[in-house]
């Protein structure tokens, strides 16, 4: 049987954001950070049994209550009424349930928002293989168009902040891989914006540094991509007592020469 023919309302989770679960038009009602917590563990990992000891450590991390057992059995019970409450449907208590020492959330990826984004980035990488990039940045827009704010807000404890560094880099990865295709559909203007606020977010980037000074190179700009080059630079040096690397350095070459060929776009990482 499948997941949709079991429960007669259909559930959104997101973790993109504040942590919440939603059935149809109404969101389940999760009364304290621990519930979000054991929610966002569960959804993290779908259809896979979380040993209690893995949850006790990931929701409390080192402030364990008196009887940890105990309290996740609580956490667990709460979680499985909101679900209930929400969906106006006693089954729904089920979505969570008590399998060999540990929890399952019973879900489709689909239903998740992280599992979604990742879906989305993963369909988009393969139409640049194809050179589909017009159908690429549409599905890398709306993947990065599912974050509502900080991932996980509320969660506290080193998994969750493992986990935020990790969709940081996700997110990171799902920006710069829309402005490549950006770039190699001909869209510099819109593109130099996007990249020069990414390049002030990450100023020993050496990639997003490339990829801006391609974009204002290919806007008539090119004093402004030669300037960028000389701020990263200073930069390396400054922080890290390092110089710029080999492509960057290529592609400094070939602005300042004024040839941006194929070659260059290659070493930027756009082509």
Do not use: K
């Amino acid at each position: 049987m499948s997941l949709p023919e079991l429960w007669g309302v259909a559930v959104e989770v997101r973790l993109l954001g504040s942590v919440t679960a939603r059935f149809g038009g109404s969101e389940a009602v999760l009364r304290s950070g621990r519930v979000r917590g054991l929610l966002a563990v569960l959804a993290w990992e779908p259809n896979q049994i979380i040993p209690d000891a893995a949850l006790i450590d990931r929701i409390w991390d080192e402030s364990l209550p008196r009887h940890p057992q105990a309290a996740l059995y609580t956490l667990a019970a709460r979680l499985r009424a909101a679900f209930a409450e929400a969906s106006g449907d006693a089954a729904e208590r089920e979505r969570v349930i008590r399998r060999c020492g540990g929890y399952v959330l019973v879900a489709a990826p689909e239903d998740i928002d992280v599992h979604r984004f990742r879906s989305a980035v993963a369909q988009a990488r393969e139409n640049v293989w194809n050179g589909a990039d017009a159908m690429a940045v549409r599905l890398l827009d709306s993947a990065i168009g599912m974050w509502r704010g900080a991932q996980l807000t509320g969660i506290t404890g080193a998994w969750a902040d493992r986990v935020r560094m990790t969709l940081d880099q996700e997110r990171l990865a799902a920006v710069l891989a829309c402005a490549e295709a950006r770039l190699r559909l001909g869209r510099h203007a819109e593109t130099v914006p996007l990249l020069a606020g990414l390049a002030d977010e990450h100023p020993l980037d050496e990639q997003i540094a490339g990829l801006l000074m391609v974009a204002l190179y290919r806007c008539g700009r090119q004093a402004e991509a030669l300037a960028r080059y000389t701020t990263v630079r200073t930069r390396l040096v400054g922080a890290l007592g390092v110089e710029p690397g080999a492509s960057i350095n290529e592609l400094h070459r070939r602005i300042l020469h004024g040839d941006l060929s194929p070659i260059a776009s290659r070493i930027a990482g756009i082509d």
